[in-house]
Nanobody, 122 residues
Framework: QSQLVESGGGLVQPGGSLRLSCAAS????????IGWFRQAPGKEREGVSC????????NYSNSVKGRFAVSRDNAENTVYLQMNSLKPEDTAVYYC???????????????WGQGTQVTVSS
């Protein structure tokens, strides 16, 4: 039974940090790129970041460049999203998803986690 599970969301003050985790069970993450997406109320889902299967390639949306960092520990079958200097506009449900390659099209990701809520507020 293949599954992705996000964790680490919560409430944080503006300027604070959170680290999200994306853990796989039932399959090995080593072979797949992992994308991070987010969706805020009333807005479309947007891509945030992606990391290649080896970890050698990463990309970020313009809105999070310089503040977020994606990494992976294939030995632990887990991908992370470190979020620093958080802003209220970062508030959203964050999802991780697996694909063969880092691509912008959401439909290329074959499995999605359940999402974890991130709220940035004072």
């Amino acid at each position: 039974q293949s599954q992705l599970v996000e964790s680490g969301g919560g409430l944080v003050q503006p300027g604070g940090s959170l680290r999200l985790s994306c853990a796989a069970s039932g399959f090995t993450l080593d072979y797949f790129a992992i994308g991070w997406f987010r969706q805020a109320p009333g807005k479309e889902r947007e891509g945030v970041s992606c990391i290649s299967s080896s970890g050698g390639f990463t990309n970020y949306s313009n809105s999070v460049k310089g503040r977020f960092a994606v990494s992976r520990d294939n030995a632990e079958n887990t991908v992370y999203l470190q979020m620093n200097s958080l802003k209220p506009e970062d508030t959203a449900v964050y999802y991780c998803a697996a694909s063969v390659l880092c691509v912008p099209e959401s439909y290329e990701y074959f499995y999605w986690g359940q999402g974890t809520q991130v709220t940035v507020s004072s």
